[in-house]
Structure formats: structure tokens, C-alpha cells
């Protein structure tokens, strides 16, 4: 199955690769280290290239393409931090049981823990950086802030392990096909609410607020809000920040309480959406709420139930919670997921992924990797692996659907294109014994009409 | 022979370098100081080994100041993270171009030369740093150390404020130029920016172990130590308590400045929660632990120390990374991994090394140096 | 895609301003009573020892482990741990604890947890700082530190960095309502557990032979050495009260705070924001770490809600978490030992 969805990809980018002929590939990058050609070891029976220019990262000896990822394994959040992380894993060591990238280079990944601290992510960034052809996976967005400069000085493409619409202004951090961004999950929420959901969720009565992360990743949030609020007129009140290392909410539920906010979104992390949402119970109030994709966990019901996930799930219900962003859910019956399933119980054992993994940022992970394999898939039918020539092919990815229902992304040379897409999709918590990803999906994948006049760079 | 153990004159004994053998080591230890960045040219993690000794160098500037302020001084201070921090976003301000990021956020900057940022972050910090240091001279000991601990916390507020956003960018942090060096001669000697920090952080430091050295052994270094042991009789017999304590915060800060700049090269976008909370709260003890390690209230002790704490880890980490300990797994397993590992080691490694030598390396190279120099009469 | 929407539900209350401020003074005295149990930890190795114990946090961390061990029943094998309550993996003769109901299996839990890290803290205290008797103040205290990092990361590697939930009677929406004023259980137990064990402090200082032994310590060492106290013994205790409280505070931290949820950072660093509490009040003195950790939860509350606004506005946010240092440096300068410690007699 895979081999097959494969060679579909790149009849896609051997198209792409014949219209782009004649361009310059490497005119976005300065000085590029001397690039060497060798012949690919094993079998060219591919009608492959016959020569491949390299640089970092990859040995000709054995064929092995050597990638980075920077996860979080201890620090704030864990739990995050090792779905991705065996998400990605579980993809790569599926390409490479099917032989590598192209069939015949296969993939090695060197994982280092930068526990979500920005400077711990500098030292372990440096420590591998000099061995590794690109990052396939960098988690968070305050740490990836803290090496995309050195890498874009040395041409390193970083695959963010965030949904932040800021990566979409730089030249060598991407953005996730398989995913949208903060801001469009907040930006497209009001417009459903109002206009879509039956009954409306926002009338003109409404008093809105928003409570959200005082980082970057709040940020990111709060601007989509401002620009559906901007677009659809609704009546906002309210607005509060926390910090990351809060564990007492009630002065912003209260806060918004006082207020008379009646619908709260919400941009936090999941033990702090829980610890929220519980103050808001106790406190008698029950605003609907939008949450935003990184603040839902399917563990969560169990823990705002104190172990009993139907009492958490009522909990839930009783606001009511709409969780953005939801994705595509574990059971699609989509072409991405079947694979996506079955690579899981193939290689499931040996990567030692457990049940509490499988959530939507395991699906993240295993995207993320995606993402990247259809990159490295166009470098080398490009004919060039190099840290250069990787950055050069992610204009040829183009119009690529990854097979779990939503549009087809690509990117392009303006920070627009680099967006893979806007579209979203809102969910409700459910019970994860029937869906395993905690989201049930309500709205399918949409876009508010006034996505398209947002310009990341404006 | 004789020469070298006793001093016969006052000046002798004041003397920076006391005698030839210790000027020919000191030159070798600053040639192989220049040469290391060319010698791990061939080493086969260059990147890894560069960063290595970096944060020694700017932790030994930061270490530097803390060791006069507290070792000489007496005033335990665990705020020293928040001057790091002014000194990262001040020097970052002053030698990079003011610039605007493609969204739209405006940063200040002066595009001055590294060097001028030092000064800048330096001379900011020691100005903060003498307006905390009345708190210093109304409380004591612990209590003060625990009031510095304000500090940390009032320092993330302060950086990650957006009215400070052209400063420090808010909770975004803001982009700090690499150092260079403009200088013909240095062409083949600096080849990437690694290296160019590497010799800042150099520089850096070794002005700020001249410096140490001297305010050790000066007037005002006796009034520090004078003050640390019994405040109240170095009042009576004429030291000036209040100054001297205003001048340790000013001096101990403008050290943790001017490195702070520097480090904020190296994180080439510091943020503000680099430098506050919990984290911040871990770097301010690392500093105590560093001079605490080497010998506190010792200028070299300083700067064993912070090769200590920062290489150590570091080191355990590597070596384990390379797969020689069977039960250590490899990295990111989550479980007893090289980064947990070397923490643990760590760890233990301080409790055991102070129960065995509570006076920290330099009482362990003086206990050495002394049954070296009685041998073989080691009593 | 299943498109039934549940309708909107605006149940916002209207309370008025003193009954806000009644409100937001409950929730304040809850977050305050879990400060107040870790400052008591804190100014009770101070008393005895004059040593800021910088190992409390790990302490915490521990009990809370074993507390979430005994309530989901999970043997911890480190990397293979599970993360959730589902996957219990207590041995077959051990089934029956596991079936006792859940409130008072957490009580039980939260008490063995209580005595296996009272006994570590006596294990610490015997092996490691037992030797440092005399040594330099701040050589000490880097001990604890140096222990906190070693203990803390082995807890990581024995339960595995994963996020937990912990199964617990006291989840956040569980409450009491009074008039218009809601008050979540885990805030009323935490409240309870803090009192009982200062009532239990209290009259083990006034009344038990150790108690007496342990003031006249604190008051004078040498003078105690020469009373035939044996002042090793006092040390001991001091650190296994502190274990014992360090595991009450972890136990009812997760549920209160974190929702249930158990991650290692959080729980690491709670101790640390008990720090301006423990001053405030005083380094010695217990009742002054009430008052302290108290005073300093609702101040916290408070400022967030009434303060936030006016920084907000200034583009300074998150006021409220220097709130309580200020306080504390406030208090500092007009009391340089806190509000109720003992002010330092110097000599020359």
C-alpha cells in the first residue's frame, strides 16, 4: 500500500520537477557548502537519478540519510512529547522497512530530549547539528525560536513540531501538511459558530472572551481571534493571559465569570484547560467553551473525573467543549489512515508505543514525518540531498493529499504558500474506547470566506 | 627553591604571578586557550566541544562575579540569573541593527560592535544591581538569598512584558546578532561564528580574571572580606560597610552583564524565560554551585567551578551518548537515558564531593599542592 | 461526521462583589494551605538544622509517584510504566487493596506514601547530611541540591517521564455549595489535611519527649549537646517530618491544581512558590508559615483578579505572579526576619 501511494507521489513531483526545469534551485540559499556527487549504492533499477549531490547527513557507504529530531521527553509536557515523537518514529521505521527513501536510502533518526526549555534545545541542537542532513521533528515553539536563525545560517530545514503561523515568514522552518495553524483554528471558529452551527453558537447577545498562554503559542491564537473577530463583528469583552507554570485559574475564570463572557475560547495546554475548566465547575459556570488543538488530550475526561472518564466527559458536556483543530479522527475510513493504522500495529512493538500514545499528536508526529519523507522524496528525484538542495525542493512539493480527508497543501516562495492550508474541523469529546483520538468530529474540514484575505506577512 | 616558598617582600607577596614556574604555565594554559577551536577542527563533534567551552567561558565571567559579591563579600545572592538577563537583552539591544520582523514587531538595536554590547549590558546591569543592593544592607544571610529569589521572578514579569517588546520581544524573545570580528589578520583563525564567540567569550573572560584577581587583592577587596566576616567591626575600624556592599552588587553585576551579553549571543534568540522562573530560578543555582564547588571565596575556585557544573553534565552526557555503559539507553527512550543519566550522576556527584571536601576544588588542590610540596614529609 | 450540536448553555451567575471577593478568599485559602504545608517542611528543617532544604520538591515528587502507584495500582518499571489507571499491574495478592473504594484508599494511600518518605528523609538525613554537621552553611545547602536532582530524575526514570492520572475522590468539579459561594472538596480537604498536621506538629513540640529535645535544639545546640540531647537523633526527625509532609502536600497538590494530572515539572517546582510564604512568616517559625502560606494564596488569588486588569492594561501581564514577592520584600523591609521569626542576635 505504501509503495503504491508512493509512486503516486512522485508521478506528482516528477511533473513538478519537468515544469520547474530550467529555474535555479539553490538561488534561495547563500554560498552552499561544495557539494559532492556519488553514485547511490544498491540496486538503480528504479530509473532513479544516477548521480545524487550530498553534503551533511548522508553516507554513500551505506546509502543512510541521517535526520535530527528535537522532542520533549521530560519538562512540561511530556505526555505531548512522546506521542510525537513515536508518531514519527513509527513512520520512519515504516519507510524503512519498505527500503529507505526512494526504496533504496534509508532513514536513521538521532532523537535528542530538549525538555521543552529553549536553552536545553540550543546545547542538544549543536550537539547533533553537525551530523544530521535536517530536523524532521523540533517540538515547541518557544524552542524552535531558539535555533531556526543558526540553522537558516547553515541551510538546516526544521520541520516545527508547532502549529504557530510565525515559521510560515521564515525560509527554513515548515509547517506540517498534515496539520493548519493556531491562528486558523481561532479565526474560523467564530465564523462556524455564528453561522454555520444551528442554532448559533455566537448571536448578538454573545459576550466573548479569551483566555490564552502568555507566549508565543498564545500569541499566535489571540491574533486569529482579533482577525475572526475583526471579520465577523462578534462582542468581545473579555481577555486574560497565564503563565505557563500557573496551576490556579480562578482569578481568570472568575475574571471571565464577571464579565458575563457566555463563550470562552480557550489556548492553553491540557493540564491547564482541565485545572480551568474544573475551577469553572466549582465556580457554577459553564461558558461554551473553544479549545485549541494542543489544550485536548483524551486523558483528559479521566483526570478532570478523578479517574472516572464518564464523569469527566460530563463535565465536558455540561459547558458545552469544542475542542478546534479536532483533525481527522483515528477510525476515518481514508486511505492516510488506514496506513496510518497499519503502521501502527506493524511496527507498534518494536518502537514501544502504548495506548495512552495514540492521540491526535501521535498523529501529528507520524504527519510530520510524512511531510517530510514526500520533501526528501523530491530532493532526490531532483537529484540533490544536499542542505541546500533540500531547502531548494520544498517548492516542489505541491498539491499533495495526504489522504486523511482534507484539502491538498503544498508549499510556495511567499509566507502565504507556505501555509499549508486554513481549513479546520471542530470536535467534541467523546469516550476514547470509541474514538480513539478523544475528538468527535462535527463540522468536517471548512474555511471561513474571509481566510482568504489573510496575509501571514501583512 | 627557597624563593618559591617564602616570600620575602610585601610586593612579592602581593604579586599577580609570584614566580617563573607559574608564568610558564600560565603561558601554556593561554596558548592551548587560543589553539583549542583549530585543535577540534579535527575532533569528531567540533560543534559539541565548541558549545562545550563557550558556556565554560561565559559561565567563568558570570562565576567571576558572583564569587566577589558572595565569596568576598558575604552577600549570598540568588538574582544573579535576573543580571545575566539585562545583560542579554541590553548587549543584544546595542550590537545588533534595529530591524522589524516580517510581522511587523520593531526592534531597537544600535549595531554597535560585540564588544560595545558588553560594555553596555555590563554597565546596565551594574546599575540595576546597585539599586537592589540597599535591600542587601538591611537583611542577612539566608534571608537576603532568599530576597534575591525576587528577583528571578520579577525579572521573567519584567522580560516577557510587551511594554518592554522592543527590548526584549516580549514573550516572543528577540534576535541577537552573532559576534565578528572585522580584523584581516583573524581571517583564517575565525572561519564560522562559533568561533568568533568562542574568542569573545575569551577575551571576556580572562579581562574578568585579571579584574577579579585585582579587586581580590586590593583595598577594596580586604573591605569585602572585612565585611563578610564581622560587618560590625569592620565598621568600627573605618570600612565603609554600606559602600563596600553597594560596590560588590555593582561590580558582581556588571561581570554577570557583560557575560549575560554574551550568552545571549550563543542563544542567538534569549527569551525571557531563559532568565526567570524555574529555570532561571536553575541557573542562579548553578552559578552558587559553582563557586561553592571551587572553593568558595577563591578567584580560581571560580572558575574550576563553572568547568565543573557546565562540562560535567555535559561530558557524562556525551559519554554515555557513545554508547560505552551497556544499561544507559539510547537517547530519547524517556527512560534511564544519557540526559538522565548524567543528571543523576551529577547529582550525586556534588552531594559526595562535598561531604568528602566541603572546602570544594581549590581545598582539594591545596590539600594536594601542600603534601606535594611537604612529600615526603606529608604531615 | 455526526452533525448534532448541542445547544448553547449560558448559565452565567451573577455574584456581587463581596461575594466575589468571598469566593476568589476560598479558592485563595485553598492554593494557600498546600503553600503552608510545604513552608511548615521548610521551616522545620531550617529550625533544626538552619539549612534551606532544597530537596522538598523531590520529596514531594516522590510521594506523589507512590501516592498515584498505590491508587492506579501500578507497579512502576520505568520506561514500561503506563500512564493510565487503566492499566494496573499490582500483583495478584495485592487485588484486594485495589477493590477497598476510592476515598479511603486515597487516605491510606497519601498516609504510606506519608511513612515511606518520612523514612527516606531519615535515610537522607543519616547517610548524607549527617556527615555535614559543622560544616559550611552553603556547602550544605548545595547537598540538598545536589540530592534534589538526583532523587527528582530518579523518580523520572523509575515511573518514566509520561504524564499520569491520578484516580482520586477530590476531582476539580466536585463542590460545596453555600448560598451562592461554590467550594471545591479537594480545596476543603486541603485546608483539613494542612490543619490536622499543624495541630499534630503543634502538640508534638509542646508535649513529646522529642518535641521538647527538638526547641531546646533549635533554641541552642550546644547547650542542648551538653543536656545530653542527642542532637543527630533531632536532625533525623526534623527530616522525616518534612518527608511526611513533603508526601502530604504532593498528594494533595495533583487533585487540587493540576487537575489530576501528574507531570513531573509542575509538581518539581510547587515548592519552589512556598518560598515567599516560608519567608514571609518567618524561616523559624512554624505558625508564621501558616499565616505566611496562607496570606500569600489568597493574596495571589486577589491580585490576579483584581490587579491583573490594571498591569494588563500597563502591557505588563501576569501580574500576579510577582505579587507575592513583593509582598514578601515589603514585609522583609520593615521586619528583616519575617513576621514572626526570631531576629538574630549579632556579636562582634
Redesign the interface.
Given at each position: 500500500m505504501r509503495s503504491r501511494r508512493i509512486l503516486a507521489i512522485l508521478a506528482v513531483l516528477a511533473m513538478v520537477v519537468a515544469a520547474c526545469n530550467g529555474a535555479d534551485p539553490t538561488t534561495t540559499t547563500s554560498e552552499p557548502p561544495p557539494p559532492t556527487t556519488t553514485q547511490p549504492p544498491g540496486p538503480t533499477t528504479t530509473g532513479m537519478m544516477d548521480e545524487l549531490v550530498y553534503d551533511v547527513g548522508f553516507d554513500p557507504d551505506t546509502g543512510t540519510i541521517k535526520l535530527g529530531?528535537l522532542?520533549a521527553?521530560?519538562?512540561?509536557?511530556?505526555?505531548i512529547g512522546?506521542s510525537l515523537?513515536n508518531g514519527h518514529r513509527v513512520y520512519w521505521e515504516s519507510v524503512n522497512a519498505d527500503g529507505g527513501v526512494a526504496g533504496m536510502y534509508p532513514v536513521e533518526v538521532?532523537?535528542?530530549?530538549n525538555a521543552y526549555?529553549?536553552?536545553t534545545n540550543?546545547?542538544v541542537y549543536?550537539?547533533i547539528?553537525?551530523?544530521v542532513l535536517a530536523f524532521s521533528s523540533a517540538i515547541g515553539t518557544?524552542t524552535t525560536?531558539?535555533?531556526?536563525?543558526?540553522a537558516a545560517?547553515e541551510n538546516i530545514l526544521v520541520a516545527a513540531g508547532s502549529l504557530a503561523s510565525?515559521w510560515a515568514?521564515t525560509d527554513n522552518v515548515l509547517l506540517n501538511l498534515g496539520a493548519n495553524t493556531y491562528f486558523a483554528q481561532f479565526a474560523n471558529a467564530p465564523y462556524w459558530a455564528m453561522n454555520v452551527?444551528?442554532?448559533a453558537?455566537i448571536t448578538d447577545e454573545?459576550v466573548v472572551g479569551i483566555i490564552y498562554q502568555?507566549?508565543?503559542y498564545?500569541?499566535d491564537c489571540k491574533n486569529g481571534y482579533d482577525f475572526g473577530q475583526a471579520n465577523t463583528g462578534f462582542n468581545h469583552q473579555y481577555?486574560?493571559?497565564?503563565?505557563?507554570?500557573?496551576?490556579?485559574f480562578?482569578?481568570?475564570i472568575?475574571?471571565a465569570?464577571?464579565a458575563?463572557?457566555?463563550?470562552l475560547f480557550i489556548c492553553a495546554l491540557?493540564?491547564a484547560l482541565?485545572?480551568m475548566?474544573?475551577?469553572a465547575?466549582?465556580?457554577?459556570?459553564?461558558?461554551?467553551v473553544f479549545g485549541s488543538s494542543p489544550s485536548y488530550n483524551p486523558?483528559l475526561p479521566?483526570?478532570?473525573?478523578?479517574?472516572?472518564e464518564a464523569?469527566?466527559l460530563a463535565?465536558f458536556?455540561?459547558?458545552?467543549y469544542y475542542g478546534l483543530g479536532a483533525g481527522p479522527e483515528f477510525e476515518d475510513d481514508t486511505p492516510g489512515m488506514a496506513e496510518l493504522r497499519a503502521d501502527l500495529e506493524a511496527h507498534r512493538d518494536a518502537i514501544?508505543v502504548?495506548?495512552?500514545m495514540i492521540n491526535a499528536f501521535y498523529y501529528f508526529g507520524y504527519t510530520q514525518a510524512q511531510t517530510f519523507h514526500i520533501l526528501l522524496e523530491a530532493a532526490v528525484a531532483n537529484g540533490d540531498i544536499s542542505r541546500a538542495g533540500l531547502l531548494a525542493a520544498i517548492n516542489l512539493v505541491q498539491d499533495v493529499d495526504l489522504g486523511y480527508g482534507g484539502a491538498a497543501g503544498g508549499y510556495g516562495a511567499t509566507?502565504l504558500e507556505r501555509i499549508p492550508t486554513n481549513e479546520d474541523n471542530i470536535g467534541?469529546p467523546v469516550s476514547v474506547t470509541e474514538n480513539v483520538f478523544g475528538l468527535?468530529?462535527?463540522?468536517?474540514f471548512f474555511e471561513a470566506p474571509y481566510m482568504a484575505d489573510w496575509d501571514?506577512?501583512g | 627553591m627557597a624563593e618559591r616558598l617564602l616570600r620575602t617582600t610585601y610586593k612579592r607577596d602581593m604579586a599577580l604571578i609570584p614566580n617563573r614556574v607559574q608564568w610558564f604555565w600560565l603561558i601554556v594554559l593561554l596558548a592551548w586557550l587560543f589553539y583549542y577551536p583549530i585543535f577540534i577542527r579535527g575532533l569528531p563533534s567540533p560543534g559539541f566541544w565548541l558549545t562545550i567551552a563557550i558556556l565554560v567561558l561565559i559561565a567563568a565571567t558570570g562565576a567571576l562575579g558572583l564569587n566577589l559579591l558572595s565569596g568576598f563579600a558575604g552577600q549570598i545572592s540568588l538574582g544573579h540569573v535576573f543580571f545575566l538577563g539585562v545583560g542579554a537583552f541590553v548587549g543584544g539591544t546595542v550590537n545588533t541593527e534595529a530591524f522589524t520582523t516580517l510581522s511587523g514587531v520593531d526592534f531597537w538595536g544600535l549595531g554597535m560592535p560585540w564588544w560595545v554590547g558588553v560594555l553596555a549590558g555590563g554597565a546596565v546591569a551594574a546599575a540595576l544591581g546597585v539599586i537592589v543592593g540597599p535591600a542587601a544592607v538591611r537583611l542577612r544571610g539566608l534571608y537576603l538569598s532568599l530576597v534575591t529569589l525576587a528577583l528571578v521572578f520579577l525579572g521573567e514579569w519584567l522580560f516577557t512584558a510587551e511594554a518592554l517588546a522592543p527590548v526584549t520581544g516580549a514573550v516572543r524573545g528577540r534576535r541577537v546578532d552573532p559576534v565578528s570580528f572585522d580584523v584581516p589578520v583573524l581571517r583564517d583563525y575565525v572561519t564560522k561564528d562559533g568561533e568568533a564567540l568562542y574568542l569573545a567569550a575569551l577575551i571576556l573572560a580572562l579581562v574578568a580574571f585579571l579584574a577579579g584577581k585585582n579587586i581580590a587583592r586590593s583595598r577594596v577587596g580586604r573591605a569585602f572580606q572585612a565585611t563578610r566576616d564581622r560587618d560590625i567591626a569592620a565598621e568600627v575600624i573605618g570600612v565603609n560597610v554600606t559602600w563596600a556592599k553597594l560596590t560588590a552588587f555593582g561590580v558582581s553585576s556588571f561581570m554577570a552583564g557583560a557575560a549575560g551579553a554574551l550568552l545571549g549571543v550563543f542563544l542567538g534568540n534569549p527569551l525571557g524565560s531563559n532568565f526567570g522562573g524555574a529555570a532561571g530560578l536553575l541557573i542562579s543555582v548553578e552559578y552558587i554551585a559553582m563557586i561553592v564547588i571551587g572553593g568558595i571565596g577563591t578567584v580560581v575556585g571560580a572558575v574550576f567551578g563553572a568547568l565543573f557544573v557546565v562540562a560535567l553534565p555535559e561530558l557524562i552526557k556525551f559519554a554515555s551518548e557513545q554508547g560505552w555503559l551497556p544499561f544507559i539507553a539510547e537517547s530519547g527512550a524517556g527512560t534511564l537515558d544519557p540526559a538522565a543519566f548524567s543528571a543523576i550522576l551529577f547529582g550525586l556527584f556534588i552531594v559526595v564531593f562535598l561531604i568528602l571536601e566541603p572546602l570544594g576544588l581549590f581545598g582539594l588542590w591545596f590539600r594536594l599542592r601542600n603534601y606535594w610540596k611537604g612529600w615526603p614529609f606529608s604531615y | 461526521m455526526n452533525a448534532t450540536i448541542t445547544p448553547l448553555i449560558a448559565q452565567v451567575t451573577d455574584l456581587s462583589v463581596g461575594e466575589e471577593i468571598i469566593q476568589l478568599t476560598v479558592q485563595g485559602l485553598g492554593l494557600g494551605a498546600i503553600y503552608a504545608l510545604i513552608a511548615i517542611g521548610f521551616v522545620i528543617v531550617y529550625k533544626a538544622t538552619e539549612v534551606i532544604n532544597f530537596a522538598h520538591g523531590a520529596l514531594m515528587l516522590l510521594g506523589t509517584y507512590i501516592v498515584f502507584s498505590l491508587m492506579a495500582g501500578v507497579v512502576p518499571k520505568g520506561a514500561e510504566t503506563p500512564a493510565g489507571q487503566q492499566s494496573a499491574n499490582f500483583p495478584e495478592w495485592l487485588q484486594w487493596w485495589l477493590d477497598i473504594p476510592v476515598a479511603p484508599r486515597f487516605a491510606l494511600s497519601t498516609l504510606v506514601a506519608a511513612v515511606i518518605v518520612g523514612l527516606f528523609g531519615v535515610l537522607v538525613e543519616r547517610s548524607v547530611l549527617h556527615k555535614m554537621v559543622g560544616q559550611p552553611v552553603f556547602a550544605v545547602v548545595l547537598i540538598t541540591l545536589g540530592l534534589e536532582l538526583a532523587v527528582a530524575t530518579a523518580v523520572q526514570v523509575i515511573w518514566s517521564p509520561q504524564q499520569k492520572v491520578l484516580p482520586s475522590p477530590l476531582p476539580p468539579a466536585l463542590k460545596l455549595q453555600v448560598g451562592n459561594i461554590s467550594i471545591q472538596w479537594a480545596n476543603i480537604w486541603a485546608v483539613l489535611a494542612m490543619g490536622v498536621c499543624v495541630l499534630a506538629f503543634f502538640a508534638f513540640f509542646k508535649y513529646s519527649r522529642f518535641g521538647v529535645a527538638m526547641r531546646a535544639t533549635a533554641h541552642d545546640q550546644e547547650a542542648a549537646m551538653a543536656m545530653g540531647i542527642k542532637t543527630t537523633t533531632i536532625f533525623a526527625i526534623a527530616w522525616a517530618i518534612a518527608g511526611v509532609l513533603a508526601a502530604i502536600a504532593g498528594a494533595f497538590y495533583v487533585p487540587a491544581r493540576l487537575a489530576g494530572f501528574i507531570t513531573l515539572t509542575p509538581v518539581r517546582f510547587a515548592a519552589l512558590s512556598a518560598f515567599p510564604a516560608a519567608i514571609l512568616g518567618g524561616l523559624d517559625s512554624p505558625g508564621g508559615a501558616v499565616v505566611g502560606g496562607l496570606g500569600i494564596g489568597v493574596a495571589q488569588v486577589l491580585s490576579a483578579r483584581y490587579l491583573n486588569p490594571l498591569f494588563l492594561g500597563l502591557e505588563f501581564p501576569n501580574f500576579h505572579l510577582i505579587f507575592p514577592y513583593l509582598l514578601m520584600i515589603v514585609v522583609l523591609l520593615i521586619r528583616p526576619y519575617g513576621l514572626f521569626g526570631t531576629p538574630e542576635v549579632r556579636r562582634v
Open positions: 529530531a522532542a521527553l521530560t519538562g512540561p509536557i511530556p505526555g512522546a515523537l538521532v532523537v535528542r530530549d526549555n529553549p536553552e540550543v546545547v549543536n550537539e547539528k553537525d551530523e518557544p525560536a531558539s535555533i531556526y536563525e543558526d545560517g510565525q515568514l452551527a444551528d442554532p453558537i454573545s502568555g507566549d508565543d498564545g500569541q481577555e486574560a493571559t497565564y503563565a505557563a507554570t500557573d496551576t490556579e480562578s482569578a481568570q472568575g475574571g465569570q464577571a458575563g463572557v457566555s463563550v491540557p493540564t482541565a485545572t475548566l474544573g475551577t465547575a466549582a465556580l457554577e459556570y459553564s461558558p461554551t486523558v479521566s483526570a478532570l473525573g478523578g479517574g472516572d464523569a469527566g463535565v458536556a455540561s459547558f458545552p514501544g502504548t495506548d495512552e509566507p467534541v468527535m468530529d462535527i463540522t468536517g501571514p506577512a | - | -
